[in-house]
């Protein structure tokens, strides 16, 4: 990567507060998009790269709703194939390959996923379950992913179970059934990146502007850091605020639904190299699953494993399992940051603990998250409900889209460009983002030879010896964990971090233990010495 485009994508407070001079200064760009977190910041990535003019807004920051509290999964769409719905499953394995194969490796890998064959798993329930990894494999075919991407599945051996997972239950476990899927090194990463390669290509990311008023042809914004009201004029509109759509746009039919992950130290299970999954009882396409924040399993022990960007590496990680997911309908106001709840605790304590050797306590808990799924309005439960998104044009001209999942991100984008280019005629070139690699994006010879730290090289792929330029802030904020004062002053200066929840919460994941982001606190009011003035 050149340095004109590591200084053409580099979001700060200075940029931001030039870029809000200029789109409030009667201008009339050509889209304006409300909502920065991975619908609204693909928008933004797929009309700047068109070759259109670009404000995107956000009344908090990059990342700050749904966004963060996802799976950290790039799915391949196997629950949506056992449900019959066979186009979205495949959009799912074409959209993951994408992601692992051309424009984010450095940021997704492959994921090994084990099913302990314990007893309450019959013997055609583990049939049934290896016919549905199985048809996961053919999705992976049909969505042109390689095997030195994505490994086939296979079963494995009791032994080899208990090594890949030391923490599941001996007492009758017959083995295992390992598959493989995409995993984010982070979300809230992925959506920095795409934010950064809109703003490379000329977009304006604004944060912390709160929409007023939303019309066909622009909006009233308020800039939250001085209170002050203006307006952005626009030709078209797009509302990418998620589950906050019905908002801005009354009338659109959203179901919402909360999704709760536990955060617990991954040393609580052994350190498992694999995602751990157990079908949630009673239920026949939804599993509970504890996912490991790195899962790696070396060659000598699965056959065909993937090395992943820097390779295997011995390097310090923050050593921690998410533990999922929950399916709840939400009635009522939807709060910024939702919160996980007693129920939900005991649910997934109760589901995973099925199938580990010792039951887990709330004891283990360490930090927990919920998030909003966007659900488009429909009968039936939450769980059942379609993952496809919906492009809806309003009386007034507003495009919204919502709906979807982080994994189609780029489709959901590329869909709502596309209805706004064709409601106001927009001159734009045709979409781009599905052969265009996000800041620091490389093939994977090309990120293990990079010289920088592995767990840096994952995390910002080349830019990574940017990042580690200063050795002296290479050190751990905290005792325990792995994130270095140089990671919060990248946020910093390049990556529109402007307070110690930016820093802490989305540019690095140290606020998800509540513990570890206290003892943080202070190294992050450091980084931000580094704002100007």
Not at 55 to 62: E, G, I, K, R
Not at 421 to 438: E, F, I, N, S
Not at 489 to 503: K, N
Request: aromatic share 4%; hydrophobic share 45%; proline share 7%.
């Amino acid at each position: 990567m050149t340095e004109h485009r590591l200084q053409g994508s580099a979001l700060n407070a200075a940029r931001r507060e030039r870029e809000l001079a200029e789109a409030t200064d009667g201008r009339v760009v050509d889209l304006l998009v409300v909502g920065l977190g991975i619908t609204g910041t693909g928008v933004a990535l797929d009309a700047a790269s068109r070759g259109l003019d670009v404000v995107a807004v956000d009344a908090h920051d990059l990342a700050f709703g749904t966004s963060r509290w996802s799976s950290k999964l790039v799915h391949g769409g196997l629950r949506y194939l056992a449900h019959g719905r066979v186009g979205i499953a495949y959009e799912s394995a074409y959209e993951r390959g994408v992601l692992m194969s051309r424009t984010a490796p450095h940021l997704v890998r492959a994921m090994p996923m084990l099913i302990p064959l314990l007893p309450h798993v019959s013997p055609t329930q583990a049939a049934v379950a290896t016919a549905g990894i199985r048809m996961g494999d053919a999705l992976r075919i049909a969505g042109r992913t390689s095997r030195q991407v994505l490994p086939s599945p296979r079963r494995l051996t009791r032994p080899e179970t208990v090594q890949l997972a030391p923490s599941v239950r001996r007492q009758g476990l017959r083995g295992g059934l390992l598959s493989w899927d995409g995993q984010l090194e982070d979300d809230a990463r992925l959506v920095v990146a795409v934010a950064r390669t809109a703003a490379a290509h000329g977009a304006r990311v604004l944060t912390r502007c709160r929409v007023i008023e939303l019309h066909g042809d622009g909006a009233v914004v308020r800039d939250e850091l001085t209170g002050r009201l203006t307006s952005v004029r626009a030709r078209a509109v797009v509302n990418a605020t998620g589950v906050w759509a019905d908002t801005l746009v009354p009338g659109l039919h959203l179901r919402p639904s909360r999704g709760t992950h536990l955060v617990l130290r991954a040393s609580t299970l052994g350190d498992p190299t694999t995602a751990i999954s157990t079908p949630v009882p009673g239920e026949t396409s939804r599993f509970v699953f504890a996912l490991p924040q790195r899962a790696s399993t070396p060659h000598q022990h699965v056959a065909q494993a993937p090395r992943g960007a820097g390779g295997w590496l011995d390097e310090p990680h923050d050593g921690l399992v998410y533990v999922g997911l929950t399916d709840e309908p939400l009635d009522g106001p939807l709060p910024d940051v939702p919160q996980p709840t007693a129920a939900d605790v005991d649910f997934l304590l109760d589901v995973i603990s099925s199938v580990l050797a010792s039951r887990l306590t709330p004891a283990d808990v360490v930090g927990g998250y919920a998030g909003l799924r966007p659900l488009v309005e429909a009968d039936g439960r939450t769980a059942d409900l379609s993952r496809k998104h919906v492009v809806v044009t309003s009386p007034q001209g507003v495009v919204s889209v919502f709906g979807g999942k982080l994994t189609t991100y780029r489709r959901m984008a590329q869909d709502a460009v596309d209805t706004a280019v064709r409601l106001r005629d927009l001159a734009a070139g045709p979409c781009r983002t599905t052969q265009l690699p996000l800041v620091g994006a490389a093939p994977s010879a090309d990120l293990a030879a990079v010289d920088a730290p592995g767990r840096l090289v994952e995390r910002y792929g080349t830019e990574a010896p940017d990042v580690a330029r200063d050795p002296a802030l290479l050190r751990p904020l905290a005792a325990g964990s792995a994130t270095t004062l140089a990671e919060l002053v990248w946020g910093v200066t390049h990556e529109g971090a402007l307070d110690v929840g930016d820093l802490l919460d989305r540019r690095t994941r140290v606020g998800l233990v509540p513990s570890d982001r206290a003892a943080a606190e202070a190294a992050a009011h450091e980084a931000l010495a580094a704002l100007p003035g």
